[in-house]
């Protein structure tokens, strides 16, 4: 079936450094993609969304990278933080009225 | 106001108990959603209600029973669990769940035990 899912289960950076977190999806039809950061204990919480006629998108300290050729998404954090510690999903939502489906989620952990 | 509050945080059962989990939200949204999450893995929807009606139900077993009283309130009724139906059972909720859902805004969860 059609499905999201993340290259890198797990990922470790020095504190400073920037951090690529990757993405790979399967429907093709999807047009809406969020990363979401969860952290122990908590509900997941919006971190970035794109829409697919964007292939970037910026905020403060990430930013979002889309290649619909080959269905890939990341999320790039910028001088990771002791405090972006997390689990990372992506989530797609399809064309049409189809639920936001969740990828695998990559455990970011911050080496101070 | 841009939360969504679940009670209780924790909760423990056995499996011949009847519970429920309870959501509200503030926000104006009128699509709700509930959703199960085992450890390390991502959540997984179980209902989605729109205008205060199911519109999508994931092949949840009976034992799960959903109730959408208004707007704002979203239950999940829980009887005859399994110890495998323990959990974090997540909230959510979005302006709308047609195509342009937008942003889920989550919960904190209600951590579910089953004795």
């Known amino acids: 079936g059609e499905s999201v899912g993340l290259h890198l289960p797990t990922l470790s950076v020095q504190e400073g450094d920037n951090s690529i977190i990757n993405c790979a999806y399967s429907?093709?039809?999807?047009?809406?993609f969020i990363w979401y950061k969860q952290e122990s204990g908590k509900g997941p919480q919006f971190i970035i969304d794109?829409?697919?006629?964007?292939d970037k998108r910026q905020g403060q300290r990430v930013t979002v990278l889309l290649n619909k050729t080959v269905k890939h998404l990341s999320l790039q954090i910028a001088a990771t933080q002791p405090g972006d510690s997390a689990v990372y999903f992506c989530?797609?939502?399809?064309?049409?009225?189809?639920?936001?489906?969740f990828g695998k989620g990559t455990r970011l952990s911050v080496i101070a | 106001d841009t939360e969504v509050t679940q009670t209780p945080k924790h909760l423990v059962m056995g499996m011949t108990n009847k519970k429920s989990l309870k959501c509200e939200q503030h926000?104006?949204?009128?699509?709700m959603y509930w959703y199960k999450q085992k450890a390390k893995k991502p959540p997984e929807l179980m209902f989605v209600?729109?205008?205060?009606?199911?519109?999508i139900n994931e092949s949840v077993p009976s034992r799960f029973s959903p109730e959408c009283p208004n707007s704002s309130l979203l239950n999940l009724h829980l009887h005859a669990l399994q110890p495998e139906d323990s959990a974090l059972y997540l909230c959510?909720?979005?302006?709308?769940?047609?195509?342009?859902?937008?942003?889920?805004?989550f919960g904190e969860g209600s951590r579910l035990t089953v004795l």
């Open positions: 959510a909720s979005s302006l709308s769940s047609g195509m342009d859902t937008g942003e889920l805004f």
């Open positions: 429907n093709s039809a999807s047009d809406y």
């Open positions: 794109i829409r697919s006629n964007m």
């Open positions: 989530a797609e939502n399809g064309a049409g009225n189809t639920p936001l489906v």
């Open positions: 926000m104006g949204h009128r699509a």
């Open positions: 209600y729109s205008y205060e009606k199911l519109s």
